[in-house]
């Protein structure tokens, strides 16, 4: 599973990602955390706000920081 957290550096996506961090941990399962942080590829794909978080290349959240407790049913799909 790759897991992609992406934006610019801000204090969002710097949340986003620990909560990513920490249901992956909760959750006990293997993954790969990729942080992407290149304007150009985020607007290529689609993204216009940020924090967003993709899973296997699929959007699941834009615009707003994921709590633990969703990442996690979203990580179960």
Request: hydrophobic fraction near 45%.
């Given at each position: 599973?790759?897991?992609e957290?992406l ?15 920490a ?55």
């Amino acid at each position: 599973m790759k897991v992609e957290v992406l934006g610019t550096g801000c204090a969002k996506c710097k949340r986003l990602t620990k909560n990513v961090e920490a249901a992956i941990k909760d959750l006990g399962i293997e993954a790969e955390l990729v942080k992407v942080d290149d304007i150009t590829e985020i607007m290529d794909r689609g993204v216009m706000l940020t924090p967003a978080l993709a899973v296997d290349g699929e959007l699941k959240v834009s615009g707003r920081v994921a709590d633990v407790k969703e990442i996690k049913e979203i990580l179960q799909g």
